[in-house]
């Protein structure tokens, strides 16, 4: 790739993470938890955004940093209160900087009248403002003080003006700062040219000589066409170090010695120079004699040896791995996994005895491959943080669009999560804070009227749980209005009107399909898509979702997904002659019915009695095909099951075996889509065994159901 | 031989392009991530330049310089300062501390080789 090109790349990167502390930072301040060192920061963040960006020419962005950074910078010194208004305006400010990002990034444009609204919010917080953009700043930016043009003329005209007279005296300061007047006085010379005379005069005897001390100082005559800023200018950053007189010589007819002081003929100036840089070992170039081109020369030599550098290993404490690399590794370990639990099975077939050395060393082997399983699945694992971070903004905006004022507090960002898992967790927590502002917290008026503080606080946490993530939303707004929701939920069709409900069934009837309390459909809970949606994409992640709420007080929603993808919990159990895994996140119970709670329901058709509800019974066996008739039911055993689609039904298989993690290999990959199933995997003997779906086997019964029957009759 | 430049910068891409450009020029380059880490990496090298940037986490770019300006091994090493800032006051502060020049970024690679010209003998 090209150098720059790849440069662009990394500053892109760096800007996301810029901006995301930015974002950080500034909410930090805004619920005061931030100090000197977070305004320094979020400076910083700024600052180097706008650094790259002036090196790739992206001037809309620049321009926009700099009126900010200039913002932040009266607040870094105190000028600028850190108060909750002006932190709102950076706020705002922050994502105008990371749409201009963007747009620098992907050439995709942004509206110009919102970046400069928001430029003048901020230049308005700074008094008194120059206003003026820019470019200005940037525009003469690589020059400054060094970028000087070496001017070279042939006078003649015995009429042009007289020579300049430079005296250049270092005091110790400028030596101590790295600076060699032998460079300077070289720079001078790059001028035009130059006539040099070195004063030691004040230079002392050898024993009397400080070697830190400074004795020298020079004087040069320069050519009258160089202009006066451009040397000035060779001693700009030098500054006071270095005092310097720059005149113009008198009339020709004056004896050069009344001004100049007398030249030290006698001495060795070159021995001279060296001694007074002998402590910094630098190469005594000789001013006077030194012409230009002596520098360019040097260059040269030092074009042509370019040496890896030496201690840059060091440096870097995390590597960048290409995704694909990481999930080869992982399917490799899960191989190693099967193939481990394939070769103890074998050593149990073969009766060697449990305490065997093939046995024991087995066990450790056992161990190791859980361990390395473990680790490659920590590769994996990312924090929670690059989805929270996107969630202030969402919520700035939603309760900006319905006109609330909200507060979002993020708990457990560190939380850690398989990267898959990570990609799929921002849609479900965008619906859910949305429909938590829009829904849950009430306005500012209403607020008040309740006796609560103006401001809504939307909590949105993550935390480990029993080998789970749980992610919740928390409001403080005014809960579920239970008369309200079954309501609806007659007029929608969704349960009968006589239906017996408990608080905690009427709210969860929010996730049924079509559901929308809302009297309008705003387009920000909305979109079309109701929490039934939400329901079904964090099943299909093998999650759970539910809600708690207390009208009055607020509600809590609450999901739980897996640490992975990859691996599964699983009840392993025996139908007919085949061993089939039934995710254990679908699996409500499992129970041995009695024969008296078993009620035929049409010819084929039976259902179960649990607990005074009837749940229909689904053989596995005749699901899949692989048996005619169902066995009865009091043979077997029965896994309660629950699924969004067809509400419970309780599953008939012959036997269960245990529960087990079992590694996911998709069917689809390597063979077909198989209604029915959702995935294999590879047990301990070595079989294949089916990870059921069981939706697609509940749908399927449903549909059945539907095709023309006799009319049922009770036993 | 040619010369080693210690360059001293927080931004992963500021020190990307910074090797870019000095290795083409025909440097050495050693790079630190901020001020602390700058005089850690000094202690095991000697660079002919320091170039180091002001705006820095954990040790600032002033704080760099005293804290290089005080190594009796260093004291006498240019430092250039190369910030995205040119106001006088910083540039001072940056000379009191023991800058020996200033580069305004976003800089061209020829200025930048030049100024290191300018301030290495």
Known sequence: ?715 | MSKTILTVDDSRMMREMLLTVLRTAGFNVVQAEDGVHGLEVLSQSEPDVIITDINMPRMDGYGFIEGVRNDSRHRATPILVLSTESDPEKKNRARQAGATGWIVKPFKAESLVEAIRRVSA
């Open chain 1, 1 to 715: 790739m090209d150098p720059m090109e790849s440069i662009k790349q990394t500053y892109f990167v760096e800007c996301d993470e810029l901006l995301a502390d930015l974002e950080s930072g500034l909410l930090a301040l805004e619920s005061d938890e931030g100090d000197s060192d977070t305004i320094n920061a979020v400076f910083r963040a700024v600052h180097s955004v706008k650094g790259g960006a002036g090196a790739f020419g992206f001037e809309a962005l620049v321009e926009f940093a700099h009126v900010f950074e200039s913002t932040l910078d009266a607040m870094r010194s105190g000028t600028l209160a850190v108060d909750n208004d002006n932190v709102k305006i950076m706020l705002r400010a922050a994502d105008v900087l990371a749409d201009l990002v963007q747009a620098a990034k992907d050439g995709s444009s942004v509206d110009p009248a919102r970046t400069q609204t928001l430029a003048d919010e901020l230049s308005a917080l700074i008094t008194p403002q120059d206003g003026a953009p820019v470019t200005g700043d940037d525009g003469e930016p690589a020059a400054d003080s060094w970028g000087f043009t070496p001017l070279k003329l042939d006078i003649d005209e015995p009429a042009a003006p007289s020579r300049w007279i430079l005296t250049v005296t270092p005091t110790p300061a400028a030596y101590a700062k790295g600076h060699d007047p032998a460079i300077l006085l070289r720079e001078v010379a790059r001028l035009g040219d130059v006539e040099c005379w070195l004063d030691a005069s004040a230079l002392p005897d050898l024993n009397a000589l400080d070697p830190e001390g400074s004795y020298l100082r020079w004087t040069v005559f320069i050519d009258s066409a160089v202009e006066e800023t451009a040397i000035r200018d060779v001693f700009d950053f030098v500054g006071e170090d270095c005092p310097i007189t720059l005149d113009r010589e008198a009339p020709a007819d004056q004896p050069l010695e009344d001004i100049a002081p007398p030249p030290a003929a006698d001495f060795d100036v070159a021995a001279l120079i060296s001694l007074a840089q002998a402590q910094s070992g630098s190469d005594p170039a000789m001013p006077s004699d030194e012409p230009a081109a002596a520098p360019k020369a040097a260059d040269h030599e030092e074009s042509g040896g370019g040496r890896e550098p030496s201690k840059q290993a060091a440096a870097g404490a995390t590597i960048r791995v290409d995704l694909e690399r990481v999930d080869r590794l992982i399917d490799l370990v899960g191989e190693l996994v099967i193939n481990q639990a394939m070769i103890a099975q074998r050593v149990v077939e073969s009766e060697l005895g449990r305490s065997s050395s093939v046995a024991i060393g087995l066990d450790e082997l056992e161990q190791l491959t859980r361990e390395i399983q473990d680790s490659v699945m920590a590769i994996r694992a990312q924090p929670v943080k690059s989805v929270f971070q996107r969630m202030p903004r969402l919520v700035r905006e939603v309760a900006g669009m319905t006109n609330k004022s909200v507060r979002l507090v993020t708990e457990g960002e560190g939380t850690e999560v398989d990267k898959t898992v990570i990609e799929r967790l921002s849609d479900p927590i965008t619906h859910m804070l949305r429909n938590a502002i829009d829904h849950g917290v009430e306005t500012p008026d209403e607020r008040v009227a309740a006796g609560k503080p103006a401001e809504g606080v939307v909590r949105l946490s993550a935390s480990h749980r029993s080998g789970r993530i749980v992610i919740e939303v928390a409001d403080d707004g005014k809960g579920i209005n239970r008369p309200r929701v079954r309501e609806i939920a007659i007029n929608k069709g969704v349960i009968s009107p006589d239906a017996n409900l408990t608080d905690d069934e009427i709210d969860n009837l929010i996730f049924a399909p079509g559901f929308s309390t809302a009297s309008t459909v705003s387009n920000i809970s909305g979109r079309g898509v109701g929490m039934d949606v939400v329901k079904r994409s964090i099943q299909a992640l093998g999650g759970r979702i539910s809600i708690a709420s207390v009208p009055g007080r607020g509600s809590t929603f609450t999901m739980s997904l897996p640490l992975t993808l990859a691996v599964l919990d699983g009840m392993v159990v025996t139908v007919g002659d085949q061993t089939l895994v039934s995710p254990l996140t679908a699996i409500v119970e499992t129970l041995r019915p009695k024969p008296t709670d078993i009620r035929l329901l049409g010819p084929k058709g039976a259902v179960l009695a649990v607990r005074g509800a009837h749940v229909p019974l689904i053989d596995i066996g005749v699901a899949l095909g692989w048996r005619d008739e169902p066995i009865p039911p009091a043979n077997g055993v029965i896994l309660l099951v629950e699924s969004e689609v067809g509400g419970r039904a309780a599953l008939v298989v012959d036997q269960i075996q245990g529960q087990r993690q079992v590694v996911i290999k998709s069917l689809e990959q390597n063979f077909q889509h198989v209604d029915g199933v959702a995935a294999a995997t590879i047990l301990g003997d070595g079989r294949v065994a089916l990870i059921l779906d069981v939706d697609a086997v509940i749908a399927a019964r449903s549909r059945d159901r539907f095709e023309p029957q006799p009319l049922a009759q009770a036993s």
